[in-house]
């Protein structure tokens, strides 16, 4: 095969797993860094039409207009930089799944979890800013906390929310480290090491800043068999 | 207060916190590294009485003799250095927990997911030896596994069977990344970032070879309400 | 020596090492980041005159232009960043190297494999989108993968295509890590270290993002003597 | 000079600074590991003779004895490894510091602040074992917490009491990071790093496992001119 | 709750702690990064009618001017990039806060600690350009400094400053490592580390160029109770 | 399954895998550390059993004490760690492996890598203590190298004699760092990052110390088909 | 805009330390980053005016024209990014510095080692793209190299040269690692671990692109007293 | 234990350097650290009759006594770890080195350094425990310090001490990091980096705790030619 300049369009490429669903129960995601409006297009079409539900995450409004363009029912949430087609809004879990940020600069993350769990199906209630510096918020919350199936703790900084939400409640709870912060934060690095040595049992962790990730093993928790 | 040589014992210690059974739904945990024989013992006797089912985990056979002076219900599992009372047997799980090794030197901090699991009330089905290093292992045990509620996978070197495994089935995957290695490994440091960045969504992780943790975690997403 | 204000050009600079086809199978390789349009095209006039094929890496459209200028049969390859001399289009291997990529970002690294082997002499196999969240991709290609003389893996976030494929084979494997993913990725360390630490025997690993290292070793392997 | 061998002992060594009280309000200080019999005999007597208060951390009891020899006054404090002459036992406080430990395990860094700040003339009150996974332990004492002076807290594992203690009271909080943990505690790393990027204001931070430091800054803070 | 492109200003976000300011003896502080301007109007129209003085850190000129359409009072110090409400000039503290810099790149940083100290209630001592390689510039001034409460030493590269004037003065010393350097200072983090391990007793540190942690604590330990 | 004190042997573990020699090319190595005489022994006679020739790496004394117990025919190699049953000698290579050493401090890595070229059918030449502090050493033995199929080249410190012999030579060249060294060695980090930053290209890299490995690779690319 | 309390333009700034050209042997260096154009104006009256020779480094061309309006003499050399003021020529060393760089593009920083060298009157003797890659250059200009009083050697990538370099000659080394290079080069760490390992004794190192910092010592070492 | 096939016991090992001494100066220097007694003395026959003064470093007593075996002129310094044959004792420099220590702790690093220095021909003078905390000990001493033609200092903890000598003299300077401290010190990381990043020019850097190689440089920067 012989490549010429301008023709790097030719080359094979991506080829969506539609069995994905039946596998793992939720169709494949579309991670939209890197990605060409070609690339983009040609994938959403195939997912589009084989799901009902679709998720792009990382999407920049370019790349959401895009998607737009292939099914005009996409909906775009800039601060979470998701898009998604949401046309199947049954709700599959056991309860609802909590969403907590620590910070207000946390949100974007906390919102890239949210809009994840509503597209698998689940019912999400949302706690922003109660992080540790003022504890008294958190705590007034507890019992909402507890009501929940799972909870998603999103923090940056020094990441110490979810060792203190772990300490209060007995559900599961997910950790997510976010970028936020500077200098010796390494931009989530010192969250990162905190929530994986949460002194506090049943906490589990995903990568930095992955909102995304946290809601879908939140939402394989939550859902009903 | 002054402290003369050799009263170091005197000193204020641990305060046992029996309400974290109604809190969190299981009984304080005793870490044992750095706990004398009395701190021990003293911990122990009040947690014994206050609870049906006590765990104490990283113990020392020493450290386990302490503790079955205190009881001699104590049952010790050298390998997963766990040493436990587990008088109330009762099932609380909607299913059973699922706890798979890689290699055969991944079972030590497996064994401490599968005891802890089945001392908070969980049915535990043991997967051992099936790394990606011969794909088929694990392959031909998929069915098996996806029957499971939730799973646990602890893997060393590169971590990759969490997402192997990620990708092959729709229940919440805990992944345990553990210090088994050498060179880059960096004592699981590598299996950790592997864990953490997987491709396959639904994986969480916890910290290198805390056994314990996927297990409590695995257990508040098993508990039945 | 005495440099004024614009005069930096007349430093001493790059003298091509013409002599590296007979002592390492291949003309000097241009690396093209920080080289100046002068830089680059004395060092092109040199390299064109000497040998048939000449590759030029790391190139961004404006160098291609310069090198297309001393010669233009130069190919630009923007993908891969990669220019090229392809004069002599003879087949100096045993066999094919498969280029094998886990994801759709990871492409632009798989195509500077690409791109380097064919102009060292050698036919190439592309199978690219066939990562382990989906593993029946590649299990379903082993056969092909087996055919060939070496395999070239490019895989970013936790890195665990090789593992896979190196579990699946007898040839030889090099390791590709790429700088996709995000947060504890830490661009490519995970990868690299992932990779590293395969439990799957006879994969070496290059530098993160190298493709053209990854295949230019492939051509030593693949060259009849 | 020749050094032949056996005759290392005749290296010229350590030169005690009697200046230090003076300038720094506090003799200089033994900083033990490494040092020789015969080199802390040698100090000892200068400080000794110079001082009514000597401290010396990270002593030995082998350590502990030889100064002991010097002057049969010493204590040695075994659990926070510290030996002190403490012959001029005034108080010059404005107030008490706090030394609160977040477990069992992180008593004897906080021990050797406790020790280091008495020998210094400060009262000195412990709460120990409060940690964050049973946050109603240290809420409780909020306001014997906030009736101090200063306050220093020591955690080991994800670090994250400081930011909780400094979210309640009004003191400064000068925050001791211990190597207690594992995994990916990496000796101290992830509480030292957590503690630096603490939400909650006023908190400083020491060395991982420096007690000694923290107590010396505090005495600073707590001193009457 | 659905959200729709364009309607990401709908979601919850901060609720300003008005109570802080009694709990922790100073109002909320405003950390600017990645606020929007609403978000930024509506925190400080609640702070700014609740409290006298406030603070809001790394905040662009931008958001200085979101603020002052809140309150036309409000000043910014452009190379602190700090904006403050200080509408309450009364000095609360015991004595003066010395701010030292030890080179000029990283007078930004001590301008961070010294407006944080001012709108605080202290009185600021600035000593700046008096780095180590012209180590008699600080010793000619030690008499100054020592006359002051409380010490804030920034330094970059080596940050060797803080050890210097720790060995120096018998006053508390908060050490603030800057960003300032290259190459294997890594943004900051060899002085970050030169000062944890400072052998002069008595130094406490605070994250990279956090100017205002550093002056947050100083003015707690400047204050009169 | 309940476990009881002293049954720990019970758990399930290791099943070797004999269809690795149809896949690989080689029987499945036996990795020793960890391994009890109890579990090596299982796996043994069942590889003794099926192939004719088996690696065991890392094995201490008393583990190859176990393994001739299985079969008197199993040879140790005390530098190189290594025990192998080598009953078939056939040699199934196209040329020799080069095996070179920088010092003699590299040397038992340097022996884990030719012990296992031997044992999976390949003719060893080699070359030791030719670091570059004396580059004369290899340069002249440079057309001895060129005469090699392959080349492994082990180097703690900088590990520099990689990219020396890269350049000399036409061959696929495999690097081992080692963990000889000390201080900002960290155990054979710099060596690694040394080598796969290599400026000579057909350099690929294997984990810290794994001879293993790269004599694993090395006989993939000797091997005729 | 104007800044108000605290008078951030009046804040006191760098006062230049003339009486380092009588302690050091050279006048006070400006290091650009950072500095206003008033604050470089500023330095540069006081330095100009003191000393003959005075150097800039890291400026921009903006920057060097601000400094060439106080002095017209003043030259840039914006590969280097240095500005020099060069009134007295003389030459004061016992014989040449010779300053090499491994590939063009660690030219930038040999350029800034050899225009400092310049300036504190030394003869310089430039040899550039000499890297191991083509072992034979550096090779055939050994005596050229061991002619030199001292030698500098810039090399980015694995940064091998200088042990290369080292084992050739008898005269001082002094390695400067360069940020060239791409993934696991981590901005030139793997140059500079792999420098301090050097095998070959005498090379002694400094910063990552301090090509200043290592023609200061050169210019300390080749100076007659 | 019968060693067989490889015949490690006759695998072929070190080659002494003879041309060393030509080439570079000074005979090749032994590493002792995994050394065995036949390959110790094996190097040492050769090296002993072909060079009148010979360094071994990192030595035990035991491999002493072996190379006192050789030759019973070879003295053992116990806290430098250095064996060394001194029989020319010509002083072949141009004026005296100085080796300065910031702590007592860091004397056995010293005097690696001025055992090494003094074998290859040095005077050496010793200023022990100077550091930085007591400032005026080295102020003390400038003049002293001054009149060396070179001078070495070894720092652990923060590494402070070279840049406040490189700000007062006119003289190279090489730093040495030693591994003392503890923490965050990270066995001498928190020195290295704080001395690479030294704000006082002329400063070069050797690796952790490398006595040996500081006085190897600062002996070609003394050496008459």
Redesign the interface.
């Known amino acids: ?6 023709h ?1 369009e030719g ?5 969506p ?1 539609t ?2 669903e039946g ?3 939720f169709a ?2 579309i ?1 939209c ?3 060409t409006p070609a ?1 983009l297009r040609a994938v959403a079409e195939v997912l589009f039409a084989a799901h009902a539900n679709v998720l792009a995450t990382r999407a920049t409004p370019e790349q ?1 207009a895009v998607l737009r363009e292939v099914d005009a029912g996409v ?6 930089r998701v898009a998604r087609l949401h046309r199947d809004r049954t709700l599959r879990g056991r309860g609802e799944i909590a969403v907590i940020s ?4 946390d ?1 974007p993350v906390a ?1 890239e979890a949210a ?1 994840t769990a509503e597209v698998m199906g689940n019912a ?1 209630r ?1 706690l ?2 109660v ?7 958190v ?1 007034r919350r507890r019992d909402e906390i507890e009501s929940c199936e799972v909870v998603i703790v999103c923090a940056g ?4 929310l979810p ?2 939400v ?9 950790a997510v ?1 976010t ?32 909102g ?3 809601a ?2 939140a ?3 939550n ?1 009903r068999r």
Chains 1, 2, 3, 4, 5, 6, 7, 8 share one sequence.
């Open positions: 095969m012989t490549l010429t300049p301008g790097a080359i094979p490429h991506c080829v797993d069995e994905r596998r793992l129960g494949e995601v991670y860094p890197g990605k690339q959401a909906e775009y949430h800039e601060l979470a620590a910070g207000t600069t949100i919102e809009c999400v949302r922003y800013d992080g540790v510096a003022g504890i008294h918020r705590l900084m020094e990441g110490a060792s203190v772990g300490g209060l409640i007995s559900r599961p709870v997910i480290p970028s936020v912060g500077y200098g010796a934060s390494f931009q989530g690095l010192a969250a990162l090491l905190g929530m994986l040595n949460s002194c506090a049992p049943g906490v589990t962790v995903v990568n930095i800043d992955n995304f990730g946290a879908y093993a939402s394989r928790i859902c």
